[in-house]
């Protein structure tokens, strides 16, 4: 079993930054893919990034391409997200996933581990 424990939540204004953080314990490995979700009220989980368990090969969603960056710090059961240009529509509930068993993947339900998510708002 692998646990993971997402922060750095908090309340922004537009334009502003965050930096989200998600820990893994547990039957770790560096064999993990991890990504970032988001999920906002009354929608579905919608892929974020994700990065390979080398930490070289990365893959943003449209939407935050160009603002947000994955990286794996250097204890490798460890991922960030560095978000820059916040908008209001980044508003959600930001969830850290991992597996083992897959290469890359952006679909929420090929993910066995999650965290309990983080909250994001950003005013406008």
């Known amino acids: 079993q692998v646990q993971l424990v997402e922060s750095g939540g908090g309340l922004v204004q537009a334009g502003g930054s965050l930096r989200l953080s998600c820990a893994a314990s547990?039957?770790?490995?560096?064999?993990?893919?991890m990504a970032w979700f988001r999920q906002a009220p009354g929608k579905a989980r919608d892929f974020v990034a994700r990065?390979?368990?080398?930490?070289?090969?990365?893959y943003y969603a449209g939407s935050v391409k160009g603002r947000f960056t994955i990286s794996r710090g250097n204890a490798e059961n460890t991922v960030y997200l560095q978000m820059n240009s916040l908008k209001p529509e980044d508003t959600a509930v930001y969830y850290c996933?991992?597996?083992?068993?897959?290469?890359?993947?952006?679909?929420?339900?090929?993910?066995?581990?999650w965290g309990q998510g983080t909250q994001v708002t950003v005013s406008s």
């Open positions: 547990g039957r770790t490995s560096s064999n993990y893919i």
């Open positions: 990065i390979n368990w080398s930490g070289r090969t990365t």
């Open positions: 996933a991992a597996d083992s068993r897959i290469m890359y993947s952006n679909y929420a339900p090929d993910y066995d581990y």
